[in-house]
């Protein structure tokens, strides 16, 4: 046998030992490739670009290009009034706007030292757990999507459908509401609202183990994600993750439990961590179950704030709201679980000023996006679509 | 081995659940839906099936709290420009003239019975930069400036999207005006005067 | 052209001894000395294709898809949207040609041409009827199978031609999938072969003629028979780039794969040859397991219900309702499933499909042979 070697780009080396013919298939250096994955691509969820470096379609590193959807919403904050911002943060996590505006009323809140009434802090829940499963729902439809089943993405928004015209219906608006104030509410909830709530909750289960059935329990979507990008818990807290993200690597981390806010200390809900039967605990499936599982969880909290919430009779949703919001001089964090993990806001005043001197949000999507190149390292193109859909990242909070 | 049977039979089996799921939507095609809105008592007892809207023909309705398009009633307006502050994207525009104290008769009263003290020759909102937050709707004192249940309102051209709601026309406007500045004047005038005199 | 022909027209026509009456007065239509009847032949399927493409495969496919998914579907166009297809037809038909400044231009211009011609070949041997088939070919089958690879090189002209990276990998994972792809999907359709004894089409469905309908397909002969008929259905899902196998035009992953340059009318060409090529994997299965133009129904007692219902006119419809059943199944299929990764679909082609395929056929030759 004749030994065979050419070295360089592209070439394969046989070399002979003990008169077995060895191919190295380490030396068969293929040229790398720069694929540019998006703004304009079906599987980033909106206007984000991935610089990848693949190797056939192994991915060798994969960087993404953030800023294409940027409004500057901290400058924005620092040239309108307090209340005026509400309308902006809905703008965040656009899927997510009631949530968005409870965590900024939260650090307002906090700043002036408000005292709210507890009706008000029960409808903030009601509406903002509503938001949770609708955001949710998009999360699964679209996972789904990314992995080519496209009758849960339907079935999916044919129930947010209902949430949105349920949100609609208490705030006026279907996606960026303006309805949790500073100190209250834009209005009270309709008369027949929590009754409807009741309904849509008993509509919503057998639909939701429908969807379950159809999507999680197919095992072609169990196999394009079980065991793909998994994060250690470790390395999943030092990139700063948090909600489900941070749930699928096994780490029990809810805002409205470690660090809780309003009336969740009251009520009763599981913190939702994979426990490794179903799927290697980090990887995709586990983040998808968590968001499954919160949803039947958030529909809890939602029942059990009906039973608690106190009656309307005499009930003034802005009688808590400050005629004229002006804080002392000071600076204030504070956090809330969204959705997609933690929304923080840092929000610091001048004590003169009816305008924050400097209003900064903590986006948990960009924080989620920063773990991509990690993620991402030698995964394949496929597995790299999962992995971004199971980040689940609205890019409006991503560039903010 | 058994791993490599059972994945085949889960597979099987999870495949055809999946399909006898979809299979059962397509033969429950047969149903629609309806159009009822939420705050219709009866929404959660329609059918399943179908869920689409045909939207021109056939729409979701919309509650009557909703926010849509602004709508300034300008009979009751009392031109106090509240809103014009209030508004964090500047979409109102609103210019005002003092109203001659001769005329506050014929400028009016609001409906609850206030005194209206200036001409609102210009209240110009922007409905397609608006972004329905509501805030403009909760300062003003008279709930004149009110969001309707209006959703679609779409234009050919953006320049149609500016609402003109000012209750004189220019040259009216422009008499006021003058009247306004005749009077000021001589106001002014007589302060003079009286300065003088003093 | 011969007389019997037309007095075979109507009546319903005996087995065996006037089979291909149709084509065979076709072929000898000549005016002129211009073989007009050769052309009529092959003008057959084309309009076959171009019609069912139209109708049930655009417009079925979308309500279909709607229906399963709580939607209404197109209903703007026409009653219920039936002029839909029409009016995208048009569409397309007005939109600019793009051939890319960087493409290679004779690679991207022939590749749909390519793809077409691939799918359309194997047309030649679909027995559409008792009396019509293109090209009666004693190897038929065989035929059938091979033709079908030219849709790789199709594939590959198009997506390299395209010169962009998503259309590269589109296409390289699809030369990938369909080559694999025939191995089960041969060694299944052997199976039915091996049960006929034959691989003339015409052939293999006369054998599955007889009095009790049904029971005379060979998915009813032998009792290892639906395993080469599903191998050979999911292998064929495969070989036509259906869900959940499509991931040469994966959208959600290489945006639209080999296509994802093209626009106007070579857009509309490929979707049709990808109609075309479903059609012929259907009728395909239909004709070697489900008795391709024989009717189902069962001769009972005095209500001769097969005899009744089997002739040229009666063929055409069983094969293609037969056909159209399966084109339902693969809808079904591709709106419920999610899509393989590459390396499950080499693991579900090497690993699952080939050794059952393997074992239906050893399998089956045994039956044929000690079980008369």
Redesign the interface.
């Known amino acids: 046998m004749q030994e065979l070697e050419r070295v360089g780009q592209g070439s394969v080396r046989v070399t002979r030992k003990s008169d077995k013919l060895v191919i190295v298939e380490k030396d068969l250096a293929t040229e790398q490739m720069v694929l540019a994955m998006g703004p304009q691509h079906p599987s980033t969820h909106g206007v984000l670009k991935l610089e990848c470096l693949t190797d056939g379609e192994v991915i060798t590193e994969a960087i993404p290009c953030l800023g294409y959807l940027h409004r500057c919403f901290e400058k924005c904050c620092e040239n309108?009034?307090y209340?005026?911002?509400?309308?902006?943060t809905d703008r965040l996590d656009y899927l997510s706007g009631m949530n968005s505006e409870f965590a900024y009323a939260l650090a307002v809140e906090k700043l002036l030292d408000l005292e709210i009434p507890r009706r008000v802090e029960f409808i903030r829940v009601i509406v903002s757990e509503l938001n949770r499963i609708a955001s949710h729902l998009v999360a699964i439809g679209t996972y789904g999507i990314d992995l080519g089943a496209f009758?849960p993405f339907l079935f999916c928004f044919?129930d947010r459908?209902?949430i949105l015209?349920?949100l609609?219906?208490a705030?006026?608006?279907r996606m960026?509401y303006?309805y949790i104030w500073i100190g209250g509410l834009?209005?009270d909830v309709?008369a027949?609202f929590l009754k409807?709530v009741r309904?849509?909750i008993?509509?919503f289960r057998p639909k939701a183990v429908?969807l379950q059935?159809?999507l999680t329990?197919?095992?072609?979507f169990v196999k394009r994600t079980y065991g793909i990008g998994i994060m250690p818990a470790d390395v999943a807290i030092n990139y700063g993750w948090s909600g489900p993200m941070l749930r699928g690597s096994g780490v029990k981390w809810d805002l409205r439990r470690n660090d809780p806010y309003s009336v969740y200390p009251e009520l009763d809900f599981k913190v939702v961590v994979p426990d490794g039967k179903l799927s290697v605990i980090g990887d995709c499936l586990s983040r998808h179950l968590v968001r499954a599982v919160e949803m039947e969880e958030s529909l809890k909290i939602i029942e059990q704030c009906i039973d608690k919430i106190p009656s309307s009779e005499g009930f003034n949703s802005r009688v808590a709201i400050p005629k004229r919001i002006r804080p002392k001089a000071g600076e204030v964090y504070s956090r809330a679980e969204n959705p997609r993990g933690e929304l923080g806001f840092y929000i610091e005043s001048d004590g003169k000023s009816t305008k924050p001197v400097r209003c900064k949000a903590r986006s948990s999507c960009f924080v989620n996006l920063s773990a991509m190149k990690d993620l991402s390292k030698g995964q394949l193109i496929p597995d790299l679509v999962a992995i971004i859909g199971s980040i689940d990242i609205v890019l409006g909070e991503v560039d903010r | 081995m058994s791993e490599?049977f059972g994945?085949?039979k889960?597979?099987a089996v999870?495949?055809a659940?999946?399909?006898g799921?979809?299979?059962k939507?397509?033969f429950?095609?047969v149903h629609r839906k309806g159009d009822a809105?939420?705050?219709d008592?009866d929404?959660?007892r329609q059918v399943d099936?179908?869920?689409?809207l045909?939207y021109p023909h056939e729409t979701?309705p919309?509650?009557p709290?909703?926010?849509y398009r602004l709508n300034n009633d300008i009979d009751d307006c009392i031109g106090c420009g509240q809103c014009d502050r209030?508004c964090?994207i500047g979409c109102i525009t609103i210019e005002t003239i003092k109203v001659a104290p001769d005329d506050l008769a014929s400028c009016g009263k609001t409906r609850d019975g206030q005194q209206k003290k200036f001409w609102v020759p210009l209240f110009d909102i922007d409905v397609a930069k608006c972004?329905?937050?509501?805030?403009c709707t909760?300062v003003c004192p008279t709930e004149c400036l009110a969001?309707t249940p209006v959703a679609d309102f779409s234009e050919f051209d953006r320049s149609n999207f500016i609402y003109h709601f000012g209750n004189l026309t220019r040259l009216e406007a422009e008499a006021k005006r003058g009247k306004l500045a005749e009077i000021q004047a001589k106001a002014k005038a007589e302060k003079e005067k009286k300065a003088e005199e003093n | 052209m011969s007389t019997t022909a037309f007095s075979q027209f109507s009546m319903p026509l005996l087995m065996g001894n006037s089979l291909n009456v149709w084509s065979e007065a076709l072929v000898g239509f000549n005016i002129m000395g211009l073989p007009l009847g050769l052309i009529i032949i092959a003008v057959i399927p084309l309009l076959f294709i171009a019609l069912y493409s139209l109708t049930y495969g655009v417009y079925g496919e979308r309500k279909?898809s709607?229906?399963?998914?709580?939607?209404?579907g197109p209903?703007?166009v026409g009653k219920w949207g039936i002029l839909q297809t029409i009016a995208d037809i048009l569409k397309l038909i007005q939109k600019e040609d793009i051939v890319p400044t960087s493409a290679d231009k004779f690679l991207f211009v022939i590749g749909p041409g390519i793809l077409f011609v691939g799918s359309f070949l194997a047309y030649a041997v679909l027995p559409f009827s008792p009396a019509f088939i293109g090209a009666s070919l004693n190897v038929g089958l065989y035929y059938a199978i091979g033709i079908v690879a030219i849709e790789v090189v199709g594939i590959l002209a198009a997506g390299w031609g395209s010169n962009n990276k998503w259309s590269l990998y589109g296409a390289v994972r699809s030369v990938a999938q369909i080559v694999s792809y025939e191995i089960p999907a041969a060694i299944a359709l052997l199976c039915g072969a091996m049960m006929a004894g034959t691989l003339d089409m015409q052939q293999i469905n006369v054998l599955q003629s007889g009095d009790y309908g049904f029971a005379h397909f060979y998915l009813f002969q032998s009792p290892i028979a639906w395993l080469p008929f599903l191998i050979y259905f999911i292998a064929s899902l495969a070989e036509v780039n259906r869900a959940p196998f499509d991931i040469p035009e994966a959208e959600s992953e290489l945006v639209a794969g080999y296509f994802t340059e093209y626009s106007g009318m070579k857009f509309a060409v490929i979707f049709l040859a990808e109609y075309g090529s479903m059609f012929m994997v259907s009728a395909i299965i239909s004709v070697v397991f489900l008795g391709g133009w024989n009717s189902p129904l069962p001769n009972l007692g005095s209500f001769a219900l097969n005899t009744w219902t089997n002739g040229p006119i009666w063929g055409a419809f069983w094969m293609i309702s037969k056909g159209f059943f399966f084109i339902f199944v693969q809808m079904?299929?591709r709106?419920?499933?999610p899509r393989l990764r590459v390396d499950q679909l080499m693991y579900l082609c090497w690993?699952?499909l080939t050794p059952f395929a393997f074992i239906s056929f050893v399998l089956t030759a045994l039956w044929e042979i000690y079980v008369p």
């Open positions: 309108v009034d209340p005026a911002i509400v309308p902006y009758t044919r459908e209902i015209g349920l609609e219906w705030s006026g608006a960026l303006n834009a209005c309709p027949d409807r309904e849509f008993a509509y429908e059935e159809l329990g197919n095992e072609i | 490599y994945n085949i889960t597979g999870t495949i659940t999946g399909m799921i979809t299979l939507h397509f429950n095609a809105g939420l705050d008592v929404y959660f099936g179908l869920c689409t045909q979701i919309t509650p709290n909703a926010r209030a964090p972004m329905t937050c509501g805030i909760t969001h | 279909i709607a229906f399963m998914q709580d939607r209404l209903m703007e079904w299929l709106w419920t499933l690993k699952v």
